[in-house]
């Protein structure tokens, strides 16, 4: 099937097209100068290098608000390089496992043509739940990063610490926090505009329903 950008179907980078929806388009990343040390839980400095990636995870974030979804984005990388990218489309699918982290860890595996990938970062704008932090335990990844934390959901410390329970035989890093201020602002102002459209939709509804019970004296 030929690449397409309708209805959040394009390709990502690798020598094949895949078309799970709510794949982002996703190019190599490269650079002359060897990447910057990354941060860790004993060092959670924030680098550069983290906030460029994050940045790729708001963009494809965007795609999901233009889908109608809640935005949230994710990007899988290996060294300096962006192997997949997702974004949040459960509705759109009918799919409740249709997270951000779940689309960019399925299509960097099919890339991989392995489940596990060992040595990969996730970057993602929100804090992942626990049915993601169980998939990204699953497939080995090295660290995560997330951008505004999840009061709700979140299984990075926010509710529960998945990655924290010593009797997991894989512990993946996590950094919390990178353009929290961002990622969290774009979560806000799609919640407000939902709201907004709710409360116009039913004032439009009451308003038809005055106007069938009372309608205006014919001329």
Do not use: W
């Not at 974004?87 to 009918?94: D, E, K, L, M, R």
């Amino acid at each position: 099937m030929p690449p397409v950008t309708a209805g959040g179907v394009v390709t990502i980078v690798g020598d094949f097209a895949n078309s799970e929806p709510g794949v982002a388009a996703a190019a190599p990343i490269s650079s002359s100068n060897p990447p910057e040390p990354l941060a860790t839980a004993a060092n959670p400095t924030v680098s550069d290098r983290d906030r460029r990636f994050m940045a790729l995870a708001q963009t494809a974030a965007e795609e999901a608000r233009a889908a109608g979804e809640v935005p949230v984005g994710a990007v899988l990388v290996r060294g300096d390089e962006v192997i997949a990218k997702g974004f949040n489309h459960p509705i759109g699918a009918h799919d409740p496992s249709a997270h951000a982290e779940m689309v960019a860890l399925r299509a960097a595996a099919q890339i991989a043509q392995n489940y596990r990938l060992p040595g990969c970062e996730l970057y993602v704008t929100l804090e992942p739940c626990l049915m993601c932090a169980g998939a990204i335990m699953h497939a080995r990844i090295a660290r995560v990063v997330f951008g505004a934390r999840d009061p709700k959901t979140g299984a990075c410390g926010s509710v529960v610490d998945a990655f924290a329970n010593p009797q997991l035989n894989h512990h993946t890093a996590v950094i919390g926090g990178v353009l929290e201020s961002e990622c969290g602002a774009a979560l806000k102002s799609f919640f407000a505009e939902r709201r907004r459209a709710s409360r116009e939709a039913r004032a439009a509804a009451r308003a038809a329903v005055v106007a069938q019970k009372d309608p205006p004296d014919a001329p």
